[in-house]
């Protein structure tokens, strides 16, 4: 999502100006081109050239510093930015912000900007607290720009408080969320899609259960990009993997508590995808004592499960709905066969005979079967890399489909 984005990362002087050292290098990780303005007195808790080799640009520093005689450096900065974050934001910097004053660099060059700010306040409780404060993060607040709220908890004074600086997963998830909020031309914006993940456990007794080796990476991978993409995605997952933030989570366990979510969610969605390995089969009966073992046979009675993709395939309007083929032979056919018997738009089968691929591992190679097209191969990668392909071949779909409803209702129409 922050791949060639430019982002300004202004340093004010604050105790966490090295907890923005980690922040530059995750940004910078994450693929965004990065530059970096400190205050004076940022420079005396870090030294600008650790933010000069992390970002591998010059930070600027001094407002009169003007070295390209064609541009003045705080505009010319100002305009190269697509977003800009403050962190930490200092009481000092924020009463600055709140009453336009400039008189650095860094207060400058945030009265020229006008792409979106992300602000990160970290200060002592007392200074976040105090009435001066509140009222200029108001104020800013006001001009519409995002402030964080800050953690609770041990402050560098050696007491408890609101105002330490966030940790860092809290400030990636929320400015992530906060792009997706301005980014107004992604492809799946307003798009509600489904995911489902994860093998599911269908109980024998309170200790055992018959599952799979799904692990949930593919679905959750998916998830991720969706939501990158603008989606607003709904995942539900019977597996505790790490959920990115803006994603709403449902855990279930059984194929029987997976398919009433499902069944709950796909009237208003746009699409569905099934990436869960969803039990074929359930005991009949859940043991509500452990099993002992004095017996010498234990005879389990299995009942077939919903089946969730036919269902949702017979319940099918406008909705794109994918589906996830893990076989271990005659590959071909039978993802062409579950195409056409689920009623699905897209089948993405593996060969989960492999051990590289498919169930519990990060790599996975699948084919893409569809209706109307030759199956498309996406080679062994990253599930991450899969995902992005999977999706992209999803919003061609969308958009395929969008496209012959309105000539069918222009048609319609004349
Ligand atoms: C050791 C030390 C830690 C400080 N930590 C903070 C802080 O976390 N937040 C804050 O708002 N001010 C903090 N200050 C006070 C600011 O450095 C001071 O208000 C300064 O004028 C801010 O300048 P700037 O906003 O131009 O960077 C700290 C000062 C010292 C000496």
């Avoid at 609101?162 to 914006?189: S, T």
């Avoid at 997952?237 to 959920?243: A, D, E, K």
């Avoid at 579950?338 to 699948?366: H, P, Y």
Wanted: with cysteine; proline share 3%; hydrophobic share 40%.
């Amino acid at each position: 999502m922050l791949k060639d984005k430019k982002i300004i990362v202004f340093v004010a002087g604050g105790i966490a100006v090295y907890k923005t050292v980690a922040l530059v290098r995750e940004l910078i990780k994450q693929g965004a081109q990065v530059k970096v303005a400190m205050t004076e007195n940022a420079t005396k808790f870090v030294a600008p050239l650790t933010f000069q080799v992390l970002s591998q640009n010059k930070v600027f520093l001094d407002t009169f510093e003007e070295e390209d005689s064609e541009h003045v450096s705080h505009i010319h900065l100002a305009d190269w930015a697509d977003y800009a974050i403050i962190s930490p934001a200092t009481a000092n910097v924020l009463a600055k912000i709140a009453n336009g004053i400039a008189d650095d660099f860094v207060t400058t060059t945030l009265l020229a900007i006008h792409c979106p700010v992300f602000i990160i306040p970290a200060m002592n409780s007392n200074m976040y607290m105090n009435p001066a404060s509140k009222n200029n993060r108001m104020k800013i607040s006001q001009f519409g720009y995002t402030l964080m709220e800050p953690d609770i908890g041990f402050l560098a004074e050696g007491y408890e408080g609101k105002g330490r600086y966030p940790e860092l997963f809290r400030i990636m998830g929320e400015f992530e969320q906060f792009i997706l909020k301005h980014e107004i031309n992604l492809p799946l914006k307003g798009k509600k899609v489904i995911v489902t993940a994860g093998g599911t456990k269908e109980r024998i007794d309170p200790v055992r259960y018959i599952s799979n080796d799904s692990s949930g990476k593919m679905g959750h991978a998916l998830a991720k990009v969706l939501r990158d993409k603008g989606a607003e995605v709904l995942l539900i997952t019977t597996s505790s993997l790490n959920v990115a933030a803006g994603i709403k989570k449902v855990t279930v366990s059984s194929a029987h508590e997976m398919f009433k979510e499902v069944d709950k969610y796909f009237a208003t969605a746009d699409s569905l995808i099934m990436a869960a390995a969803v039990s074929d089969y359930s005991p009949k009966y859940e043991q509500n004592k452990k099993i002992k073992k004095d017996n010498q046979l234990v005879q389990l009675e299995l009942v077939k499960t919903v089946d969730i993709l036919k269902t949702m395939g017979s319940k099918k309007k406008k909705q794109l709905l994918v589906g996830f083929a893990a076989e271990t032979n005659d590959l071909k056919e039978n993802a062409q066969k579950k195409l056409i018997e689920k009623n699905c738009d897209l089948i993405i089968a593996n060969d989960v005979s492999q051990k590289d691929r498919g169930f519990n591992v990060d790599t996975n190679e699948v084919t893409l079967f569809t209706l109307k097209r030759e199956p498309l191969q996406l080679s062994l990668n990253k599930k991450e890399v899969i995902a992005e392909k999977i999706v992209d071949k999803i919003i061609s779909m969308i958009q395929e489909k969008e496209d012959e409803e309105s000539d069918t209702n222009r048609k319609n129409n004349s």
